[in-house]
């Protein structure tokens, strides 16, 4: 529909690039479409390691998680889906780069703002945004086209990535009811589920996954991997109300088994090897990254930034953890590392560890020497506080 528009609208030659980022779609079935609509030429580009090595793996070290549930999945997929748009248009030399984001929702933000930045001599178009159909409309106009519509697309609005899969529209409107069990594919429900649980160790180097149950794997084969076993084991599933960088709030659904398992033991692994100093400063600007990723504002200077620190804060995430996955459940049940901070001898309640407990009154009647202080005084009625109460 967009080439159609783009060629009777602007009469413009048109040139299709697909990006593949692992959203399993047919990809060869949206070049022939394209090809039937008379494009100039068609790109097919396959993505998907460098959608894990560059995107992902920073996504992982970032602890990412928007408004702590979504791992912004399709979010990160749309700078490089940009990058790969502007190397093809400044390769044929275009004029102008166009994208089928409706008015309503965030990757409008990421396209233009990415577009904008990486090519920002050549016009943006964004027919759908420009046309104001709604989604019914939508489907019918191209019903008028013969421009085939797929029964999956006719009753959610999907998008997915290697990280995951995100269902949108109809029936889940209803932010009040369960999603339908037909919205999700790369899950099994909890119900359905094997019945014995599933015991998973992922290996870390450097704040990043690099062996599943002892054995070596490339970036995009493991997510691909722990996609399986967690999304068999009903692992991965969310839904949540998310607010769009639009101010409009959400329902979402998603499914994201591997970001779900992996964003869960890497964060374990660095609780076990950074000092709480770290752990705690660290939250603050994972939340700023994530934000960032989600608000489109991923070629900001800010995330380079970020990026610097999270990177170098990575340099003793290295471990193992153990998960369990049963039935919907994801638990980390153990983890090791060489660089642990956490001393077992240390730990325990027994009188004869090596930890000097006579240090301890010492500490507590400094830690707490405002505090006492000042209900001192509250115990007096001086304080303004005490008074009113
Ligand atoms: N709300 C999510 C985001 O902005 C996912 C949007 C997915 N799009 C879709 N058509 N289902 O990143």
């Known amino acids: 529909m967009l080439i159609k528009y783009l060629q009777e609208k602007y009469n413009a030659q048109v040139i299709t690039v697909t990006v593949d980022v692992g959203q399993q779609e047919d990809l060869k079935a949206a070049e022939e479409k394209a090809k039937k609509l008379g494009v100039l030429k068609h790109f097919s580009i396959d993505a998907k390691d460098e959608f894990a090595k560059d995107y992902i793996f920073p996504a992982i070290k970032a602890n990412a998680l928007y408004e702590g549930k979504y791992p912004i999945s399709t979010s990160l997929s749309r700078p490089l889906i940009a990058a790969k748009m502007v190397e093809v248009a400044e390769k044929e030399g275009a004029t102008g780069l166009a994208h089928g984001c409706t008015g309503r929702g965030n990757d409008q933000v990421r396209f233009d703002v990415t577009l904008g930045s990486l090519a920002p001599e050549?016009?943006?178009?964004?027919?759908?945004?420009?046309?104001?159909?709604?989604?019914d409309e939508e489907i019918a106009y191209a019903k008028t086209k013969g421009i085939p519509v797929s029964d999956a697309a006719k009753k959610y609005s999907i998008d997915a990535s290697v990280w995951g899969r995100a269902i949108e529209c109809g029936l889940l409107e209803d932010a009040s009811q369960a999603p339908p069990e037909d919205a999700y594919e790369w899950t099994t429900s909890p119900e359905k589920a094997p019945n014995t649980p599933e015991i998973v160790t992922i290996q870390f180097?450097?704040?990043v996954p690099i062996a599943v149950n002892g054995k070596s794997m490339e970036p995009l084969a493991l997510i691909e991997e722990m996609n399986k076993i967690a999304g068999k084991n009903g692992v991965g599933r969310i839904d949540h109300i998310e607010d769009r960088l639009v101010g409009i709030k959400s329902r979402e659904v998603y499914e994201c088994p591997a970001a779900t398992v992996i964003l869960e033991a890497h964060k374990d692994l660095e609780k076990m090897v950074m000092t709480r100093h770290e752990v705690l400063f660290k939250q603050q600007i994972d939340a700023?990254?994530?934000?960032?990723?989600?608000?489109?504002?991923?070629?900001?200077?800010?995330?380079d930034d970020l990026d610097a620190f999270i990177n170098k804060s990575q340099e003793n995430v290295c471990g193992e953890v153990k998960l369990k996955l049963y039935k919907g459940s994801l638990q980390v049940i153990g983890r090791s590392s060489p660089m642990s901070l956490y001393d077992k001898n240390l730990a325990n309640y027994n009188i004869k560890t090596t930890f000097n407990q006579s240090y301890s009154k010492g500490f507590i009647e400094l830690w707490g020497l405002q505090t006492r202080m000042y209900n001192a005084l509250k115990k007096k009625g001086k304080k303004g506080k005490a008074?009113?109460?």
């Open 122 to 135: 050549m016009k943006i178009i964004a027919p759908v945004r420009e046309w104001g159909m709604t989604r």
């Open 205 to 207: 180097e450097v704040g």
């Open 288 to 303: 700023q990254w994530v934000f960032l990723a989600y608000a489109g504002l991923w070629v900001d200077p800010l995330k």
């Open 387 to 389: 008074k009113k109460a």
